[in-house]
């Protein structure tokens, strides 16, 4: 959650609206990251500990990198667009996660 706006009750009521498994709150994990280091040091914990994970949700790529493009570091924000695209296939090929990466970007 890289807005910081993911709401677990929204999430609960989505859930209970199709009749989804109640346990399946207690296994959902939310990192908060605000900055393209700390996005990669989350996809990169996945890819190390991926447990249990079977659906990963990466909400919202853009905002992170956005702020290096704003910087003049455009090199920088590919770089890491890159790598945490690869991190994500590869957690999806051989670990068969499903993976949804949103981004969306108003200007």
Avoid at 15 to 25: H, I, N, P, Q, V
Avoid at 35 to 47: G, I, P, Y
Avoid at 80 to 98: F, I, N, P, S, Y
């Amino acid at each position: 959650d890289t807005k910081g706006d993911f709401c677990a009750d929204r999430f609960r009521s989505v859930l209970a609206e199709r009749r989804g498994d109640s346990l399946a709150m207690d296994r959902v994990r939310v990192a908060r990251v605000t900055t393209h280091k700390a996005l990669l040091q989350a996809v990169t914990k996945v890819m190390v500990d991926v447990g249990e994970v079977k659906l990963l949700v990466v909400d919202n790529i853009t905002v992170p990198l956005m702020s290096l493009v704003g910087n003049n570091a455009v090199q920088a924000a590919f770089a890491t667009g890159c790598e945490v695209g690869h991190l994500l296939h590869k957690v999806a090929d051989t670990q068969g996660v499903v993976v949804l990466v949103v981004s969306n970007m108003k200007g």
